[in-house]
């Protein structure tokens, strides 16, 4: 399974950008969970957010009413649309896809995002 995350950028503060993360591989891609997580310098890697197999999304608190997370079974990829961006959201984006069948987790290379204040 790879996964190849693609979108992030330098972006000023309340301004918007989008995420893209495409899943390839010998895989049925909807029977995987995927979501992001994100890791800011000196920080330890958190969740962001998820979407699960029947289409459910989840969201760190701090990302809730910002961001927004989709899947598109058919092109076997996870999105991020992230509004309102904070200078707090400078991290580097990783997207991440986890079977159904299996309790292990596939990574992308990362994104950076960069907000300016």
């Known amino acids: 399974v790879q996964l190849q995350a693609f979108g992030g950028g330098l972006v000023q503060a309340g301004g918007f950008l989008r995420l893209s993360c495409d899943v390839s591989?010998?895989?049925?891609?909807?029977?995987?969970?995927v979501g992001w997580y994100r890791q800011a310098p000196g920080k330890e890697r958190e969740l962001v957010a998820t979407?699960?197999?029947?289409?459910?999304?989840d969201y760190a608190s701090s990302v809730r009413g910002r961001f927004t997370i989709s899947r598109d079974n058919t092109e076997r990829a996870v999105f991020l649309q992230m509004d309102s961006l904070k200078p707090e959201d400078t991290a580097v984006y990783y997207c991440?896809?986890?079977?159904?069948?299996?309790?292990?987790?596939?990574w992308g290379q990362g994104t950076q995002l960069t907000v300016s204040s």
């Open positions: 991440y896809a986890r079977p159904t069948y299996r309790s292990v987790d596939y």
């Open positions: 591989g010998r895989i049925i891609f909807s029977r995987f969970h």
């Open positions: 979407v699960s197999t029947g289409g459910i999304a």
